[in-house]
């Protein structure tokens, strides 16, 4: 398996790729399909997380066949019992590359090693694609058995926080639709869900950033809405120069077909970032080897079938 030392060692080989138009340059590496910039050009300024191992050591990593966490590492297909890590296998895997005008493509076909962990035949892929101050991501799955396969599939992303200079991490507010009233779905400190408490309505449609509030680790969301935008406040806006004013740009994430909204950075640490993940599906509830046929909030499948899923990341003006 592609652990430990023998993935960073597949790592270390990686080719990085760049996908650019008049607004945006943005580089991604063949490890994982993992977005390594996002670079606004009129500005110069980056706006993706770039990694300090102090804090956190990743960027943007794809999630699949599983978000986050099993219990004990541990899943059950048909009264087998199967092993895989936090994330699934994907984020591990040096993938395929194909380049297109406008259009860069990762994927990743099953083998010997991912049906150890994983007993599906499957074809995976990560599309990303500009248009304008936009980056869309597409998720795509095609099921090679004739029986129903299931799993998640999710994002990662960890953004520059603050982004602007002369501002601060408590500047920053995470905003919501104004039509959705995002649900708080209960977790254990180990990050499991409980599936004891009702989940907590949120009281307003924005998150004034903290870094206490992740130190029970993530904030995992339900009803978020489609959009979630990451702007400085308005402490920021009374104190900021005019130039940055003039230049400020706003990171909204747009995931219309996701259902959950994961919002994380390193626990009890005032680190520089915040990650906005968009989630297909749930982590394990606490304390249960949870069944792949009886997850409810799994994808189903069909055999033959084929799954999209199209997320955004897209850079907007406040002013």
């Keep these: 398996m592609h652990f ?64 986050a966490r099993l219990t004990d590492g541990k899943y059950t297909y048909q009264g087998k019992e199967y092993s895989m890590r936090i994330h699934g296998f994907a984020k591990y895997r040096e993938l395929e590359v194909q380049q297109k005008e406008n259009e860069r493509i990762f994927s990743l076909e099953s083998d010997e090693e991912t049906l150890a962990q994983y007993p599906f035949r499957f074809r995976y892929e990560i599309r990303y694609r500009l248009t304008g101050s936009t980056l869309e991501i597409t998720y795509r799955v095609e099921n090679r058995e004739n029986h129903t396969m299931y799993f998640g599939v999710g994002g990662h992303p960890g953004f520059q926080v603050p982004y602007l200079s002369g501002t601060t991490f408590t500047d920053y507010i995470l905003q919501f639709p104004e039509a959705e009233r995002p649900c ?42 489609h959009c ?60 249960i080897v949870e069944d792949l046929e009886q997850q409810e909030n799994l994808i189903s499948l069909e055999g033959g079938g084929v799954y999209e899923n199209t997320w955004e990341i897209s850079l907007e003006k406040l002013f």
Excluded at 16 to 21: R, Y
Excluded at 193 to 218: C, I, S, W, Y
Excluded at 254 to 276: D, R, S
């Design 4 to 67: 430990g030392r023998a993935a960073e060692k597949e790592k270390d080989k990686s080719m990085v790729v760049t996908l650019e138009n008049e607004q945006l340059s943005v580089k991604v590496s063949s490890f994982g399909g993992e977005l390594q910039s996002i670079v606004e050009k009129e500005t110069g300024r980056e706006y993706l997380w770039q990694g300090d191992p102090t804090f956190w050591k990743e960027k943007a990593p794809n999630l699949f066949p599983y978000i």
């Design 184 to 225: 708080r779905i209960q977790f254990s400190e180990d990050c499991f869900v409980t599936g004891e408490a009702p989940e907590q309505e949120m009281a307003d449609r924005e998150l004034k950033l903290r870094h206490p509030m992740f130190d029970n680790d993530a904030i995992v969301l339900r009803n978020a809405g």
């Design 228 to 287: 979630v935008r990451l702007r400085p406040g308005h402490a920021w806006e009374q104190t900021a120069s005019l130039e940055e004013k003039k230049n400020a740009s706003a990171i909204c994430v747009k995931f219309p077909q996701m259902n959950y909204l994961g919002l994380w950075h390193k626990p009890k640490t005032e680190a520089p970032y915040v990650c906005i993940e968009p989630w297909s599906s749930l982590p394990s509830r606490k304390g």
